[in-house]
């Protein structure tokens, strides 16, 4: 009897099959290379076909990476990626929406947008890549600009206190919040693979250094305040975070906070389903009489 050895199926999309034909145009040594990068690869590791897969942006350095990935994209209006991904999501649930953007994008001109859509906890991941400074218009304070650091437009030193985004995306009710570094890609796969998991709005704050405006060592000072989640962490408990977050010199990484509870599409159709109960075998024009406002 010949025996036949089966060689196993390779997965149907690689890395590389991820990866458009547009070169990225970021100064070399940028830290969005390895956000791009750990992209490919988690989108390789769900299988996520690319003609099923939207990834939209605002404006900003960080924002021109949709049009690296071999999918749908949206290089959008500053501050506006995460309204254009909610009304994808909400017109074609079965889309895979990403999010991307940088500090200034997200946090400046569209905080609004962040906490709005956090609270509606739709399936988005959102990949925040933080690099303490608007980049594209060479090197203004943003929201995350350490207090006291000379930028561009803060000679004297930043006036302003920074923020921490994923202190923020909790209180504002994001259901999977977590912080990676674009230097360490193993762990940012895990964590992109993990956020692009998760049912509900996923939040991943990646910190990804600007080599051009906040100083070429901006890899290494980051990268000595990176500290990881202790063993036992209870990353259910809301507050839990909250104290790693307000640790002054230090960047906790890591699933920071987890909760599953419905996402808007969820409660809406709970409410369509609660709503139809007795009128099941109603015409479209009869339910619309039923639903009529009474004024
Ligand atoms: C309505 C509007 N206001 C301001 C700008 C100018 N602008 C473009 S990108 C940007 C900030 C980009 O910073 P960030 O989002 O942190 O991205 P980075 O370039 O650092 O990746 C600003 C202020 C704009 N394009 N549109
Ligand atoms: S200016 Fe900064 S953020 Fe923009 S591409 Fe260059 S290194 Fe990256």
Not at 173 to 196: I, N, Y
Not at 253 to 258: A, D, I, K, P, R
Request: aromatic share 8%; charged share 20%; glycine share 10%.
């Amino acid at each position: 009897m010949s025996s036949v050895v089966e060689t196993p199926a390779l997965p149907r999309f690689q890395p590389g099959d991820y990866k458009s034909d547009l070169k990225p145009v970021w100064c070399a040594g940028c830290g969005d290379f390895g956000v791009v990068s750990a992209m490919y690869r988690a989108m390789a590791e769900l299988q996520l076909e690319p003609w099923n897969t939207v990834v939209v942006s605002g404006i900003g350095c960080s924002s021109r990476l949709p049009g690296y990935v071999e999918a749908y994209g949206f290089n959008s209006v500053h501050g506006r990626a995460l309204p254009i991904a909610t009304g994808i999501k909400v017109a074609k649930p079965e889309l895979n929406v990403v999010a991307v953007g940088g500090d200034g994008d997200g946090l400046a001109i569209g905080g609004n947008h962040f906490l709005h859509a956090s609270r509606r906890n739709l399936d988005i991941c959102y990949v925040l890549m933080d690099n303490e400074i608007y980049g594209l218009t060479k090197g203004q304070a943003a929201p995350t600009t350490p207090s006291g650091d000379k930028t561009k437009s803060t000679y004297f030193g930043n006036p302003e206190p920074s923020v921490d985004p994923c202190e923020l995306a909790i209180s504002f009710g994001a259901t999977w919040v977590a912080r990676g570094f674009s230097g360490d890609m193993k762990s940012l796969v895990d964590l992109m693979v993990a956020g692009m998991s998760h049912h509900g709005f996923a939040f991943l704050n990646v910190m990804s250094p600007c080599v051009t405006w906040r100083g070429d060592d901006q890899f290494k000072v980051m990268k000595a305040k990176l500290r990881s989640l202790p063993e036992g962490y209870d990353r259910t408990n809301r507050a839990a975070a909250v104290p790693y977050l307000r640790e002054k010199e230090v960047l906790t990484t890591g699933v920071l906070y987890e909760a599953h509870e419905p996402s808007l599409l969820d409660r809406l159709e709970g409410q369509r389903t609660n709503a139809m109960v007795g009128h099941e075998n109603l015409t479209t024009e009869q339910v619309l009489e039923v639903f009529k406002p009474p004024f």
